[in-house]
């Protein structure tokens, strides 16, 4: 039960696991590896779920996703939030949906008669979005959870398994039955409930290496007990191990035989808020130190980052963050507020001269990433870098 790594070795290896150290050569691929990427709607710059795989996919463009959906090499179903996954991974979503056909509730209650119309319509005229379904106009409106009644349909019926995400339009969801999008070969057998948390165990493990119970159930109610029992079975079988943090007390379980990456090159990264490898904050600030919060629910009165601060993560630490946003109309990328650590370049091997080519390298393909000509600093708290990066820019 003694811990094998230190913190800086655990965080490379979950580097590896997340797919940033080695080049993936497809899409599918490389979400089997993360067993999913989460959806966002928020486009101050391009969206989270294309980030995401931007940072791990040579020449990443936005349509190789609606490709992948156009080939059924991925579905959209709900992982901790709304998400993209592998398709071999379809029948572990039935264990929810089973769940929510027998009553379990999602975000709220059916309306039974509004789902057999808005089924018998899809059924009759084929895939639908909620913008074509009529509604009283003078329904409160404005927010996700005043959804006219229509969508309240398509999302349950998504939610249970009767309808799927055909494809995107302009980001809204273009619904169809499931059997028509489905392909034949899927396997449609409800896992059992060791089946289901050795899936989850699984998954969790091959894309981070390491995690403690709270982590790997992430905002999955219910299953606790489930997973706790199928972890214990599963150390005890040698499928996995398991370590006693010394300062939390918690165990944390990783995959054996795992091989530390033997370099981590001079590169920054620069991570959505959304990415895989930050989304749990607790696991971030205590294993690798950095204490992150997305600030885009923060009254801007508040804010101590900006609106949308990305993790900077440079070699094997995370070395600050930076607020973009961009100018689409003069193709621009402004970064609004870059903030450096105290201790970004204490120690002698994180110097400021190797740090600033990795940060304009990234910056660079990031800008290219948002289709921005250009990018521009606006606010640095390191007045060294920043000298240096406003004369970049120019």
Request: proline share 6%; charged share 20%; aromatic share 12%.
């Amino acid at each position: 039960m003694t811990n094998p790594y230190s913190p800086a070795q655990w965080l490379q290896l979950s580097m590896q696991q997340q797919g940033l150290l080695q080049p993936f050569g497809s899409l599918p691929s490389l979400l089997q590896q993360l067993s999913y990427v989460q959806i966002d709607s928020i486009n101050v710059v391009e969206r989270a779920h294309h980030h995401v795989l931007h940072s791990r996919l040579p020449h990443y463009a936005t349509s190789m996703l609606d490709e992948a959906m156009g080939d059924k090499t991925v579905f959209e179903y709900w992982s901790h939030a709304a998400a993209y996954l592998p398709m071999e991974d379809y029948r572990f979503s039935l264990y929810r949906k089973q769940q929510l056909q027998q009553g379990d509730k999602h975000w709220f209650e059916p309306e039974h008669k509004v789902m057999r119309e808005v089924k018998a319509r899809i059924t009759a005229e084929g895939p639908l979005k909620a913008s074509q379904f009529k509604h009283d106009a003078d329904a409160k409106a404005g927010t996700w959870w005043d959804w006219k009644p229509a969508k309240k349909a398509l999302e349950q019926l998504f939610m249970q398994g009767e309808l799927m995400v055909a494809k995107r339009d302009k980001f809204q969801k273009v619904y169809d039955l499931t059997e028509r999008v489905l392909p034949n070969h899927i396997d449609t057998t409800v896992p059992s409930d060791s089946e289901f948390a050795r899936h989850l165990i699984k998954r969790y493990l091959v894309a981070h290496g390491f995690g403690n119970l709270q982590q790997i159930q992430y905002l999955r109610k219910g299953i606790k007990p489930l997973l706790t029992q199928t972890l214990a079975q599963m150390c005890e079988q040698g499928d996995i191990a398991r370590f006693t943090e010394p300062h939390s007390k918690q165990v944390y379980f990783y995959l054996p035989n795992l091989a530390l990456p033997s370099t981590i090159p001079n590169k920054v990264w620069l991570l959505n808020p959304f990415d895989n490898l930050v989304i749990q904050r607790q696991k971030l600030k205590q294993w690798f130190g950095f204490d992150y919060q997305i600030e885009v629910y923060v009254p801007e009165p508040k804010r101590q980052y900006g609106y949308y601060s990305l993790p900077i993560l440079w070699r094997d630490r995370f070395v600050g963050r930076v607020d973009v946003k961009a100018d689409r109309k003069n193709q621009c990328l402004l970064l609004q507020q870059l903030h450096f650590e105290p201790d970004a370049f204490s120690a002698e091997t994180l110097s400021r001269d190797a740090f600033v080519p990795a940060f304009i390298d990234a910056i660079d393909h990031y800008s290219q990433f948002n289709h921005c000509q250009r990018w521009q600093l606006v606010a640095c708290n390191d007045k060294t870098i920043g000298k240096v990066l406003h004369i970049a820019c120019k």
